[in-house]
């Protein structure tokens, strides 16, 4: 866990991007207003990996942050750091019980951004991708939301293969989980690169998985025991691997063991081969049940959306996606099924989501945050974010998704 000073060094040069940013991004009413299309969070197993939930960066302004966030003068740092006790006071060591994450975080939301233009790698920041300004939690907080899923690129964290993480953009992340943790808010950090880096599959000569094992436990040592991680979701919807779903449990048991050299109580969020479908988890997960962790706190993490084709695209209306009420429920009872079978209780659905246009989906949504809650699960919606502009699944101020959210959180 870094000391209080380096924390204070990374939120003021935050908070010196997002000043210059809003001084860059501009663009015109007509562009801001740009449909944004709708990612393929993919899910059948003839899906292919898209950027299709980035916006066009061309198309869209940037939320521009606060202009009267207020900045300690680097004269005054030493008294701008918070005593050390006060920031080990939190028990972080021993962790998070689970019971006390299905009370507390149960429900919660993906704050998407530090993902966007996958095509532009490592790509800049306030051109590429957006620095996500930490307010931007303060909504949901304040509404009883205190989940957040965050996603980020692993070749924007290292750009060299085993080399040092960059401290630029994993500023920008920690000023969002240094933010979330003075809140009493936690974040799971996503790993948002689906089996790949550059193209190449986790596995392959030009990435191998002792590659994939060094960055997690790059990441470990950075956020272990920081009070705002409630844990590390350590790969997104991997697919379209040569050895299917055993290379990736193969890949996934490396990260694990990377992690535990230097984490030992942070939460593992586990997803499954084939874009993590919960309606086929069984099918496409035969022996990912076998991964073991010497810490026991392993939480695994289907995603399900409700259109026909299952994408998350939402091409059509409510009744020509034949969709119904209970369908989020019916589809997610595969995964929660395999669990029943080898003994498992923790689970979480990590992206999940529908579109603005019809009252028939949030009732749909309303039913399957349900059934999650009746079997003990936690659920994070996609997603909030600053550059989502008409984007049918966003969530936050003024959605009216939000408020389905918002009930579930505080049941």
Known sequence: MKSPRCRFTRVFVLVLVLTLGSFSMGCNEDEADSEVAVEDSGSESDATESDASEPDTSDLDAEKPDADVEVPDADDADAAEPDAADVDADPVEEG???????????????????????????????????????????????????????????????????????????????????????????????????????????GSDEVPISAYRDVWSKLAQEFEGHPG?????????????????????????????????????????????????????????????????????????????????????????????????????????????WMEEHGFSRGHVGEYGVPDDDERWLELMDTFLAHLGEHGMLSSAWADGPWWANYALKVGADRPQSAVIIEHANN
């Open 96 to 202: 998070l019980t689970w019971e006390t994450i299905q009370s507390e975080f149960a429900v919660g939301v993906n704050i998407a951004g530090f993902e966007f233009t996958g095509s532009e790698l490592p790509g800049t920041a306030n051109t590429h991708y957006p620095v996500i300004n930490p307010t931007i939690l303060d909504y949901w907080i304040d509404n009883g939301v205190r989940q957040f899923r965050l996603p980020f690129k692993w070749e924007r964290v290292q750009h060299e293969l085993e080399g040092e993480l960059d401290e630029a953009y994993l500023g920008y992340i920690m000023a969002v989980v240094d933010y979330a943790g003075e809140q009493g808010a936690r974040v799971i950090l996503d790993m948002h690169n689906y089996g790949r880096r550059h193209g190449s599959t986790i």
């Open 229 to 337: 991680v409630l844990g590390y979701d350590i790969m997104n919807e991997p697919h379209g691997l040569p050895g299917g779903s055993e290379q990736w449990v193969e890949m996934a048991q490396e990260a694990i063991l990377g992690i535990r050299e230097h984490d030992t109580s942070t939460w593992l969020f586990i997803e499954g081969y084939s874009y993590s479908n919960g309606h086929r988890w069984q099918g496409q997960n035969p022996t990912i049940h076998t991964l073991s962790d010497s810490s026991d706190r392993i939480i695994w993490s289907p995603h399900q959306y409700f259109d026909e084709n299952n994408t998350g695209t939402y091409a059509h209306s409510y009744d020509d996606e034949n969709a119904y009420e209970e369908r989020g429920a019916d589809r997610i009872n595969n995964f929660i099924e």
